[in-house]
């Protein structure tokens, strides 16, 4: 069983952001799958999809350049990004400003 504390999210820094933020998280178990970060506009449509492969129990971050998945640049907005574990998914808020 998966306990709570075995994933967690640590924000993004720096928040609110221009041009790009990471966003910072742990896994406190070894793993071996790619976890899928989604990020979302503030009327819950998908922007851009990033993939990054664990295996290892450790901190991790994962950067964004603040561009949606066809290369153009975001505008100011909140955005709800998700990371999904592959066994559970957590999320959280940022804030671009142009």
């Known amino acids: 069983t998966v306990q709570p504390n075995e994933f967690k999210i640590l ?3 720096p ?26 506009n503030s009327l819950g449509e998908l922007v851009r999809t990033i993939k990054y492969y664990i295996s290892e129990a450790g901190t991790y971050e994962v950067f964004w350049d603040g561009k949606f998945s066809d290369g153009k640049e975001a505008p100011s907005d ?21």
């Open 11 to 13: 924000g993004n820094y």
């Open 15 to 40: 928040n609110p952001f221009n041009p790009s933020t990471t966003i910072k998280f742990t896994i406190g178990k070894d793993i071996h799958t790619d976890i899928v970060v989604r990020i979302y």
């Open 78 to 98: 909140v955005y709800i990004y998700t990371i999904d574990f592959g066994i559970g998914v957590l999320a959280s808020k940022m804030i671009l400003i142009k």
